[in-house]
């Protein structure tokens, strides 16, 4: 889209202290162009000007010296009436002369309108004009199914009007929306605007879903048929004297922002929805402006009230002593207990030297609640661990009694077989799986033969390999468990193999 560009003196004639005059004057071409009265004497526009509400007293001069300078702006033209009849020269040159608006001068006009337009209106969200759009892209719809190049037309012009109405009241209602969020007022009236607008928000989301279902679909419809052959026969519905390829783009222009609204192209979210959002949040943040002005009402007191007691009190208390007291009752602050504190080298920093340049020293907690800096308690009595060591010193026993007896069990008094074993309760086939896998963890001697002894050594592992393959099967509490048939031998270290 290409950025907005204005004659720099297009507004020109409202600045300054007499602009009032201008402005006026420009409203009196304004108000004769409604009359279809293109072109003012000097005796015209002074009726035309007190037909708009300029009372003041204007001669000539005066009068003159304004339409010149709006004629120097570009905002009048000078045109010559030939027609009239005049008796005499003055009468000539006082009527012969005319002022029209010019093209320029048409937009300053409509301009200062629109801007008084939109100071004065206030926004809204209007369920009807979503209505009565939805029933006009309908309308729409079923022209170009059967319709002429005329009713195409003026259906067009509707959808756009109102397009552009619900566009206008929505973003006016959302400015008056965010200034009623931040604004002071009186409780009560704060309190009966804010719960009215709650309730309109509400009522137009219920809605809301609906009218843009109905919209989406209509723009739908419309798009099978082409929305450059609706433009074109809108164009020739329009009979405009001179067709414009720009009027063709404008109207591309809106309908590119009918979809925006309702249906996206790109995929991406419609505006609409967002308007949704900002309506959803409106509703809680007003709710919640509520919720606090009624919890305020309901609490008997508040920090403002409080503050103010305190100084009437400040006011009737008679002598400074007192109102020292009353200052340290209430705030609690009180002279620095902390002053007597050093660094932790006092010779690094000056005695000397100010509190504000010295680094900072460090001080304690404490003496904020305590006035000390320091916490100073009784020593804790030491706990009876006598039960606690004989406990586990019977542990202790309990179990190098249980590891003495798995042992011995597995004590084999020569070289056997692992298959000899046959039974074994569960925690001594444990103590034998420990010592088979120290054996297997150590490198094997020139005949194959491996040996390990426990961590404290009192047991010896010798192992060698098994002949012919042979397999073991000791049967323990808890399963069966196979492997090659090594040929062991267990003993205290020392022992022989």
Do not use: C
């Not at 509703?283 to 103010?308: P, W």
């Not at 661990?385 to 009694?401: D, G, M």
């Amino acid at each position: 889209m290409d950025p907005f560009r204005v004659p720099p003196e297009l507004f020109r004639f409202t600045d300054g202290s007499r602009s009032g005059l201008p402005l006026a004057i420009l409203h009196a071409f304004g108000e004769a162009n409604e009359r279809l009265e293109t072109a003012l004497g000097i005796d015209d526009v002074r009726t035309r000007l007190r037909e708009v509400g300029w009372l003041e007293t204007l001669d000539d001069d005066d009068l003159v010296k304004t339409l010149d300078q709006l004629k120097d702006q570009g905002h009048l033209e000078t045109v010559q009436s030939h027609a009239g009849d005049y008796r005499t020269a003055s009468e000539y040159e006082r009527r012969n002369l005319q002022y029209a608006l010019t093209r320029q001068g048409e937009a300053a006009y409509a301009g200062v309108v629109r801007a008084n337009e939109v100071l004065n209106a206030t926004g809204a969200l209007q369920t009807a004009t979503l209505e009565a759009l939805g029933e006009r892209l309908g309308e729409l719809a079923k022209q170009l199914e059967d319709g002429t190049d005329r009713r195409v037309f003026s259906t067009l012009a509707e959808v756009e009007g109102h397009l552009e109405a619900f566009r206008d009241n929505t973003k006016r209602f959302n400015g008056d929306l965010q200034r009623l969020l931040h604004a002071e007022a009186d409780m009560a009236t704060f309190h009966e605007v804010k719960a009215a607008t709650v309730a309109y928000l509400q009522e137009f989301l219920n809605d809301l879903e609906h009218h843009t279902h109905t919209i989406a679909t209509r723009i739908k419809e419309i798009d099978d048929h082409g929305i450059e052959r609706v433009h074109r026969r809108a164009l020739n519905g329009a009979a405009l004297p001179k067709p414009d390829a720009r009027w063709l783009d404008v109207r591309k222009a809106r309908w590119d922002g009918l979809r925006a609204w309702f249906l996206p192209e790109d995929g991406a979210t419609p505006r609409v929805e967002d308007l949704h959002n900002l309506a959803r949040r409106a509703i809680i943040t007003l709710l919640q402006v509520l919720d606090r002005i009624t919890e305020s009402r309901r609490r008997a007191s508040s920090a403002v009230a409080d503050f103010r007691e305190l100084a009437r009190w400040f006011t009737v208390v008679p002598a400074q002593e007192d109102l020292h007291r009353l200052w340290s009752t209430m705030f609690g602050l009180s002279s620095a207990r902390h002053a007597h504190l050093a660094h932790a080298d006092p010779e690094v920093v000056s005695t000397t030297a100010s509190w504000l340049d010295a680094p900072p020293v460090e001080v304690s907690e404490l003496l904020r609640s305590a006035g000390r800096t320091e916490r100073f308690t009784r020593t804790g009595r030491v706990r009876d661990v006598s039960a606690i060591r004989a406990a586990r010193a019977e542990k202790a026993l309990q179990e190098r009694a249980e590891l003495e007896a798995a042992w011995n069990m597995l004590d084999t008094g020569g070289v056997v077989r692992l298959s000899a074993f046959e039974k074994l309760d569960h925690t001594v086939f444990e103590r034998l799986l420990d010592l088979l896998g120290q054996a297997l963890g150590r490198p094997p001697g020139a005949e194959g033969t491996r040996r390990s002894t426990t961590s404290d050594g009192q047991i010896e592992i010798v192992l060698r390999p098994p002949r012919n393959g042979a397999v073991a099967r000791l049967t323990t509490t808890s399963g069966v468990f196979r492997g090659p048939d090594y040929e062991i031998e267990i003993s205290t270290a020392g022992g022989g193999a």
